[in-house]
């Protein structure tokens, strides 16, 4: 009695050690992939799983068998030799089928025991679910291509602000390195990986006072990942700095600059194709602290401003110049000026320019 408990003892164990054998042929970097949020209309997506013989003899998948019509999976076909890699491959198509879904594919080799067993699963959504991110850079979906800071007062320290981002591609997208930013920038990223269908936040903060200029300002900030539409991301950063006035008494606001302008809308009527045509404003300061003009910005390369002196004593005026250039224009013009000073009542003034270019 005892050499047949033990001779079935033995029969078994042989038999679970051969089964654990046979299930551990081939092994996989991962058993299961979650697609995230696919897009329907975006068509199917497909996934490769990878894996490796791990046993010391050739495996040949005999047969790979999706749980449902919508998965369609394709692999290896050769004889994989020990030590060797292959792939199964999950495609996926989310046509008429919203909402999440969880399937697998079972993997027959000839090595016979147990199947492997993989999964895809993910969640489909409609085609307008991206609708506000219609802006590329690769496949990252974004609202803008540009990331708008604002109005940000020159001091030192940093204004944030969060931008959301949509991996709209089929592949995750790794974030390969560090953001490439100026001086006076940083760039914060919620996320090392984005997974397909997944939400991101990018994180810019800006630095005016280290900036140290007046106005509308552009610079340029790149990311770098391993997206193979676009792996380096470049986005212009704007910011329109306006001074800093901490909070002023009554008594203090009436001692300081003012900024008169004398009118808001400069005409300068109609004139030909080719022309330059000039006319002068008159900037006086109705206050009683000297009056700083920080910056004359226009919005056109058409129309230059010059101005001698940008420093005006209280109850004195200084006269600006504006050429209006009218090469290659025609028809009506409107363009503007804007002017940025120390002035805490109005620091940011804006001259409307009008005019009429004939052929």
């Known amino acids: 009695m005892d050499k047949k408990v033990l001779l079935v003892s033995v029969f078994l164990l042989i038999n679970l050690a051969l089964t654990a054998q046979r299930k551990d042929l081939l092994t996989f970097e991962e058993a299961v992939f979650d697609f995230g949020l696919i897009e329907e209309a975006r068509g199917p997506v497909t996934h490769n799983f990878q894996f490796q013989n791990t046993s010391e003899r050739p495996v040949k998948i005999l047969a790979v068998k ?3 019509g919508c998965t ?97 591609g089929d592949a995750p997208i790794v974030i390969t390195g560090e953001p490439i930013v100026p001086t006076h ?47 380096r991301k470049s986005f212009s950063v704007y910011a329109t700095i306006e001074e800093y006035f901490p909070e002023l ?17 400069l005409d300068f009527g109609r004139f030909r194709s080719g022309t330059i045509v000039e006319k002068q404003v008159i900037f006086s300061n109705n206050g009683k602290k000297d009056l700083l003009i920080r910056s004359i910005q226009s919005n056109c390369q058409c129309v230059v401003t010059t101005m001698n002196k940008m420093s005006i004593a209280p109850g004195k005026s200084e006269v600006m110049t504006i050429r209006f250039n ?26 409307s320019i009008t005019a009429y270019i004939e052929n």
């Open 66 to 68: 999706p749980s449902c």
């Open 72 to 168: 369609t999976p394709d692999w290896t076909k050769e004889v994989i030799a020990p030590g060797g890699k292959g792939f199964v491959a999950a495609k996926y198509d989310p046509k008429s089928r919203p909402g999440h879904f969880n399937k697998t594919l079972t993997i027959t080799t000839d090595g016979g025991g147990d199947a492997h067993v993989l999964t895809v699963k993910g969640n489909v959504v409609l085609e307008n679910y991206y609708s506000p991110f219609r802006e590329a850079k690769g496949n990252w979906k974004l609202i803008s291509t540009g990331f708008n800071m604002g109005k940000v007062f020159l001091k030192d320290e940093y204004t944030w602000k969060e931008f959301e981002v949509v991996n709209g």
């Open 326 to 351: 009218g090469e290659q224009r025609k028809a009506i013009q409107q363009k503007f000026i804007t002017v940025y000073s120390n002035d805490p009542a109005n620091p940011v003034q804006r001259i």
């Open 185 to 231: 920038t940083k760039a914060e990223l919620s996320f090392s990986t984005l997974k397909p269908g997944e939400k991101g936040t990018i994180r810019i903060g800006y630095n005016a006072g280290k900036r140290n200029v007046y106005g509308f300002q552009s610079d340029n900030i790149e990311f770098l990942t391993d997206d193979k539409d676009m792996p």
């Open 249 to 265: 008494s009554k008594e203090e606001l009436s001692k300081a600059p003012r900024l008169l302008l004398p009118q808001e809308i």
